[in-house]
């Protein structure tokens, strides 16, 4: 297993949609690994999603405060409840932005092996799902802002980078 690089904010293949799973096999077991390394590999890190290292597969990894994992086509459901807190991306290291998402999830998917997997999370776990889920729609978080506050978070992240 090797940590993997991450693409930058403007890399066009985090626009790209990724493709569902078919093939549970030792590929997708080893990319699920590199993946959890990758994300193990930094401080502060709580999710990633296979476009951000180039590959365009449904997979996202996470860990945060004990709760670690990961998920292959995903499919979550959001609480109503909102609320708004900071959020940052790997993939634009260092700049942090006030994001409204949903305070709970219940994430559905399948683990690298094919079986079905259900995470129930709230708070910070939640919005870490529901940012890597974004990713692998080929959506940013910055999508999320007003044309102003998207325009600041694109000058802060750019120049970060």
Not at 2 to 19: C, H
Not at 25 to 44: F, I, W, Y
Not at 111 to 131: E, I, N
Request: net charge positive; with cysteine.
């Amino acid at each position: 297993m090797t940590v993997l690089p991450i693409r930058a904010f403007d890399d066009p293949v985090l626009r790209s949609v990724a493709e569902p799973v078919r093939d549970f096999d030792k590929e997708l077991r080893r990319l699920v690994k590199s993946m959890t390394l990758t994300l193990r590999a930094g401080a502060g890190r709580a999710g990633l999603a296979a476009p951000q290292v180039g590959v365009p597969l449904r997979v996202l990894v996470y860990a945060y405060e004990g709760a670690s994992g990961h998920l292959i086509n995903p499919r979550l459901e959001l609480s109503e409840r909102r609320v708004t807190a900071d959020e940052a991306c790997l993939s634009a290291p260092g700049v942090w932005w006030p994001l409204e998402r949903a305070f709970r999830v219940v994430a559905r998917g399948r683990d690298m092996f094919g079986k079905p997997v259900t995470v129930r999370a709230l708070g910070v776990l939640a919005r870490v799902l529901q940012h890597e889920a974004d990713h692998l729609d080929g959506v940013l978080f910055s999508d999320h802002l007003s044309a102003d506050e998207r325009g600041r978070f694109l000058a802060a992240a750019l120049s970060s980078g």
